[in-house]
Nanobody, 125 residues
């Protein structure tokens, strides 16, 4: 049983920074691509960032967060991170961690088989 547990959300002022964490359990974490998605109130869930299995190479970002957000993983700790800088009010959303069953990253929600429960980020103006 794969479990993903996000943490680190909260309330931050515009221009601030925050780091989200996603702890994985239940299988060999390093073999699988991981992604972060977000869903703002009244909107569809959207891709934010993703990282290939095995290492911190092979990262991909949505245009809206490129240059501000950084995804990374620590395979020894079975954890993936999302460092978020220069936050904007439009970044406000519930952030979800997700995993694939292969190491190759994807931007498509349907390619991810396991999801965390989400963590709320609110950016005040």
């Amino acid at each position: 049983q794969v479990q993903l547990v996000e943490s680190g959300g909260g309330l931050v002022q515009a221009g601030g920074s925050l780091r989200l964490s996603c702890a994985a359990s239940g299988r060999t974490f390093s073999n699988y691509a991981m992604g972060w998605f977000r869903q703002a109130s009244g909107k569809e869930r959207e891709f934010v960032a993703a990282i290939n299995g095995w290492s911190n190479t092979g990262t991909y970002y949505a245009d809206s967060v490129k240059g501000r957000f950084t995804i990374s993983r620590d395979n020894a700790k079975n954890t993936v991170y999302l460092q978020m800088n220069s936050l904007k009010p439009e970044d406000t959303a519930v952030y979800y961690c997700a995993s694939r069953t292969i190491a190759i990253v994807s931007r498509a929600l349907s390619d991810y088989t396991h999801w965390g429960q989400g963590t709320q980020l609110t950016v005040s103006s």
